[in-house]
Protein backbone atom coordinates (compact mmCIF):
# COMPACT_ATOMS: atom_id res chain seq x y z
CA UNK A 1 0.00 0.00 0.00
CA UNK A 2 2.85 2.75 0.69
CA UNK A 3 4.82 1.88 -2.34
CA UNK A 4 1.45 2.62 -4.24
CA UNK A 5 1.19 5.89 -2.23
CA UNK A 6 4.73 6.59 -3.00
CA UNK A 7 4.04 5.80 -6.54
CA UNK A 8 0.74 7.78 -7.10
CA UNK A 9 2.36 10.75 -5.60
CA UNK A 10 5.55 10.72 -7.66
CA UNK A 11 3.69 10.37 -10.46
CA UNK A 12 1.35 13.36 -9.69
CA UNK A 13 4.43 15.56 -9.09
CA UNK A 14 5.85 14.52 -12.66
CA UNK A 15 2.34 15.53 -14.01
CA UNK A 16 2.15 18.62 -12.11
CA UNK A 17 5.63 19.64 -13.13
CA UNK A 18 5.28 18.86 -16.86
CA UNK A 19 2.28 21.31 -16.88
CA UNK A 20 4.47 23.84 -15.25
CA UNK A 21 1.88 24.26 -12.94
CA UNK A 22 5.13 24.44 -9.66
CA UNK A 23 7.52 27.36 -9.83
CA UNK A 24 11.31 26.59 -9.31
CA UNK A 25 12.20 27.64 -5.78
CA UNK A 26 16.16 28.68 -7.23
CA UNK A 27 16.97 29.43 -11.05
CA UNK A 28 20.65 29.90 -12.34
CA UNK A 29 22.23 29.52 -15.58
CA UNK A 30 24.45 27.59 -17.16
CA UNK A 31 27.36 29.69 -18.43
CA UNK A 32 28.70 31.10 -14.76
CA UNK A 33 32.11 30.82 -13.34
CA UNK A 34 32.76 28.38 -10.36
CA UNK A 35 35.31 30.93 -8.48
CA UNK A 36 34.66 32.57 -4.87
CA UNK A 37 32.06 31.46 -2.68
CA UNK A 38 28.18 31.87 -2.25
CA UNK A 39 27.21 34.53 -0.23
CA UNK A 40 24.11 34.85 1.91
CA UNK A 41 20.75 34.74 0.28
CA UNK A 42 19.19 38.19 0.91
CA UNK A 43 15.60 38.56 0.08
CA UNK A 44 12.95 41.71 -0.61
CA UNK A 45 10.95 41.88 2.39
CA UNK A 46 7.71 39.52 3.17
CA UNK A 47 5.05 40.05 0.42
CA UNK A 48 7.36 42.26 -2.05
CA UNK A 49 9.55 41.49 -5.29
CA UNK A 50 12.51 42.95 -7.29
CA UNK A 51 10.94 44.96 -10.01
CA UNK A 52 14.27 46.39 -10.54
CA UNK A 53 18.29 46.10 -10.51
CA UNK A 54 21.60 47.98 -10.87
CA UNK A 55 24.90 46.80 -11.36
CA UNK A 56 28.42 47.84 -10.14
CA UNK A 57 30.51 47.04 -12.58
CA UNK A 58 34.75 47.61 -12.77
CA UNK A 59 34.59 49.72 -15.99
CA UNK A 60 39.04 51.28 -15.29
CA UNK A 61 41.01 49.93 -18.15
CA UNK A 62 43.56 49.03 -15.62
CA UNK A 63 45.52 45.75 -15.50
CA UNK A 64 43.67 43.42 -14.03
CA UNK A 65 40.13 44.39 -14.35
CA UNK A 66 37.07 42.49 -12.49
CA UNK A 67 34.23 43.60 -14.55
CA UNK A 68 30.58 42.65 -12.79
CA UNK A 69 31.02 43.30 -9.06
CA UNK A 70 27.64 43.50 -7.66
CA UNK A 71 23.86 43.29 -8.39
CA UNK A 72 21.47 45.54 -6.44
CA UNK A 73 17.73 44.28 -6.73
CA UNK A 74 14.86 46.85 -5.84
CA UNK A 75 12.04 46.03 -4.38
CA UNK A 76 8.38 47.30 -4.79
CA UNK A 77 7.79 47.32 -0.59
CA UNK A 78 6.59 50.30 0.70
CA UNK A 79 10.31 51.52 1.94
CA UNK A 80 11.58 50.63 -1.52
CA UNK A 81 13.89 48.01 -0.18
CA UNK A 82 17.36 47.69 -2.31
CA UNK A 83 18.97 44.32 -1.13
CA UNK A 84 22.13 42.36 -2.47
CA UNK A 85 24.15 39.39 -1.90
CA UNK A 86 28.04 39.15 -1.48
CA UNK A 87 29.68 42.10 -3.59
CA UNK A 88 32.93 42.41 -5.51
CA UNK A 89 35.73 45.27 -4.15
CA UNK A 90 35.52 47.71 -6.78
CA UNK A 91 33.50 49.75 -9.53
CA UNK A 92 30.73 52.20 -9.86
CA UNK A 93 26.93 51.63 -9.96
CA UNK A 94 25.42 52.33 -12.96
CA UNK A 95 21.95 53.40 -13.80
CA UNK A 96 19.17 51.20 -12.44
CA UNK A 97 16.65 49.95 -14.97
CA UNK A 98 12.76 48.99 -13.75
CA UNK A 99 10.10 47.08 -15.26
CA UNK A 100 6.81 48.85 -16.13
CA UNK A 101 4.53 49.05 -13.48
CA UNK A 102 3.10 46.00 -11.61
CA UNK A 103 5.46 43.72 -13.23
CA UNK A 104 8.56 41.99 -11.44
CA UNK A 105 12.19 41.01 -12.31
CA UNK A 106 11.28 36.74 -13.61
CA UNK A 107 14.35 35.70 -15.54
CA UNK A 108 18.10 36.80 -16.20
CA UNK A 109 21.09 36.42 -18.44
CA UNK A 110 24.69 36.51 -17.59
CA UNK A 111 27.48 37.63 -20.31
CA UNK A 112 30.55 35.91 -18.93
CA UNK A 113 34.05 35.80 -20.23
CA UNK A 114 35.26 31.89 -19.34
CA UNK A 115 38.00 31.13 -17.49
CA UNK A 116 41.37 30.69 -19.61
CA UNK A 117 40.19 32.94 -22.43
CA UNK A 118 42.49 36.00 -21.45
CA UNK A 119 45.48 36.39 -19.45
CA UNK A 120 43.23 39.07 -17.27
CA UNK A 121 40.29 36.59 -17.09
CA UNK A 122 36.94 38.60 -15.67
CA UNK A 123 34.21 35.90 -15.56
CA UNK A 124 30.51 37.75 -14.92
CA UNK A 125 30.51 40.96 -17.07
CA UNK A 126 27.05 41.84 -17.30
CA UNK A 127 23.42 40.99 -16.81
CA UNK A 128 20.32 41.91 -18.05
CA UNK A 129 16.73 40.31 -16.72
CA UNK A 130 13.04 39.70 -18.63
CA UNK A 131 9.63 40.78 -16.75
CA UNK A 132 7.05 39.33 -16.21
CA UNK A 133 4.83 41.23 -18.77
CA UNK A 134 8.32 39.38 -21.04
CA UNK A 135 10.20 43.34 -21.38
CA UNK A 136 13.93 42.46 -21.54
CA UNK A 137 15.90 44.79 -19.59
CA UNK A 138 18.91 45.27 -21.55
CA UNK A 139 22.27 44.68 -19.56
CA UNK A 140 24.78 47.30 -18.25
CA UNK A 141 28.12 46.42 -17.85
CA UNK A 142 31.29 45.48 -19.66
CA UNK A 143 31.20 43.76 -23.38
CA UNK A 144 33.57 41.03 -22.58
CA UNK A 145 32.71 37.11 -23.59
CA UNK A 146 29.21 35.94 -24.28
CA UNK A 147 25.14 35.94 -23.00
CA UNK A 148 24.34 32.03 -22.11
CA UNK A 149 21.10 31.44 -22.38
CA UNK A 150 18.11 32.73 -20.67
CA UNK A 151 17.36 30.98 -16.65
CA UNK A 152 13.83 29.88 -16.07
CA UNK A 153 11.38 31.83 -15.73
CA UNK A 154 10.13 32.44 -11.75
CA UNK A 155 6.53 33.12 -12.50
CA UNK A 156 5.69 35.22 -9.32
CA UNK A 157 8.93 37.15 -9.84
CA UNK A 158 12.27 37.22 -8.44
CA UNK A 159 12.72 37.82 -4.58
CA UNK A 160 16.01 36.80 -3.06
CA UNK A 161 19.34 36.87 -4.90
CA UNK A 162 22.83 35.11 -3.82
CA UNK A 163 25.98 35.67 -5.71
CA UNK A 164 29.42 33.59 -5.82
CA UNK A 165 32.07 36.06 -5.49
CA UNK A 166 36.00 35.67 -5.77
CA UNK A 167 37.86 37.48 -2.44
CA UNK A 168 40.18 40.18 -3.96
CA UNK A 169 43.69 38.31 -3.38
CA UNK A 170 46.52 41.11 -4.92
CA UNK A 171 48.71 37.63 -6.12
CA UNK A 172 46.15 36.35 -8.54
CA UNK A 173 43.90 36.90 -11.79
CA UNK A 174 40.83 38.67 -9.94
CA UNK A 175 37.36 38.00 -11.36
CA UNK A 176 34.91 39.11 -8.41
CA UNK A 177 31.50 38.03 -9.41
CA UNK A 178 31.39 34.72 -10.90
CA UNK A 179 27.73 33.67 -10.70
CA UNK A 180 24.65 34.23 -9.69
CA UNK A 181 21.06 32.79 -8.69
CA UNK A 182 17.82 34.18 -7.71
CA UNK A 183 15.07 32.75 -5.17
CA UNK A 184 11.29 32.84 -6.72
CA UNK A 185 8.74 34.54 -4.87
CA UNK A 186 6.70 31.97 -3.42
Not at 79 to 90: C, I, K, L, R, Y
Not at 135 to 142: F, T, V
Not at 145 to 155: E, I, K, Q, V
Amino acid sequence: MTSRLFSAGASLLVVVLALGLVDSLTISVTNGETEGEWGTVEFCPAGSRAVGYQSRNDLNQGTDLTSLNSIRLFCDDMDATNVTSTEGFTGQYGPGRSCAAGAALSAFQLRVQPNGVSADNTAANSIRFRCTDGIELASAGNQQGTFGTYSDDCLTGICGIQTLVKPEDVTVDNTALNDVRFECCA
